[in-house]
C-alpha cells in the first residue's frame, strides 16, 4: 500500500465521521458520544503513525519541505490536546459541540495543507518504491499505534 495512498484513505474516514456528527440532531447525545469515539481512536492512531513512521521519512527523502513538516507536528499537538478533553467532556455539556466545531476546523486545514501542498512535493521527491515500503511499515504500525491522544509524540511538544 503507497505510504500517500493510505493517509488520504484515512482522511476520507474521518472526514466520514465528521460529516455523521453534524449531521446527527441537537440532542442526539448517545450518538454524537460514539462518533466523537471513533473519531478520537481514528485521528489518534493517524496522527501516530505520521509523526512516527511518515514525517521523519519525509523530513529524510524531501528536506525541502522540512518547515511544512514543522507547522504539521505544532497542528496535531494542538489537535490531540483537544482530543484528550473531548475524551472526558459529557457530550451533553454546552462546550461540547463547539469544541468538536473547532477540531473539525483544524483537521480540515490541516487536511487540505497535506494533501493539496504537500503530499505532491513528497511523491515527487520520494518515489513510488519508497512511499510503499513506507505504506507497509505504517499498515503494521497501526495495530500497535496508541488510543490515548497525549500519548502521541506531538502533545508533549
Ligand atoms: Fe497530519
Ligand atoms: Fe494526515
Not at 460514539?34 to 485521528?43: G, H, Q, R, T, Y
Amino acid at each position: 500500500m503507497d505510504a500517500i495512498v493510505l493517509l488520504k484513505d484515512d482522511h476520507k474516514t474521518v472526514e466520514k465521521l465528521f460529516k455523521e456528527f453534524e449531521k446527527a440532531g441537537d440532542g442526539a447525545h448517545q450518538r454524537k458520544r460514539e462518533i466523537v469515539d471513533k473519531i478520537i481512536e481514528e485521528l489518534t492512531v493517524h496522527a501516530h503513525i505520521e509523526e512516527e513512521i511518515f514525517y521523519p521519512a519525509a523530513r529524510e527523502g524531501a528536506p525541502g519541505t522540512t518547515d511544512h513538516i514543522l507547522e504539521s507536528v505544532e497542528e496535531h499537538h494542538v489537535v490531540v490536546w483537544i482530543l484528550s478533553e473531548l475524551k472526558g467532556m459529557d457530550p451533553a455539556d454546552e462546550r461540547f459541540d463547539a469544541k468538536v466545531t473547532v477540531l473539525m476546523e483544524n483537521v480540515r486545514h490541516h487536511v487540505k495543507e497535506e494533501e493539496e501542498d504537500w503530499f505532491p512535493k513528497v511523491r515527487e521527491a520520494m518515489g513510488r518504491k519508497v512511499l510503499q515500503e513506507i505504506g507497509e511499515r505504517m499498515e503494521k504500525a497501526k495495530a500497535g499505534a496508541p488510543r490515548e491522544p497525549l500519548a502521541v509524540s506531538s502533545a508533549g511538544s
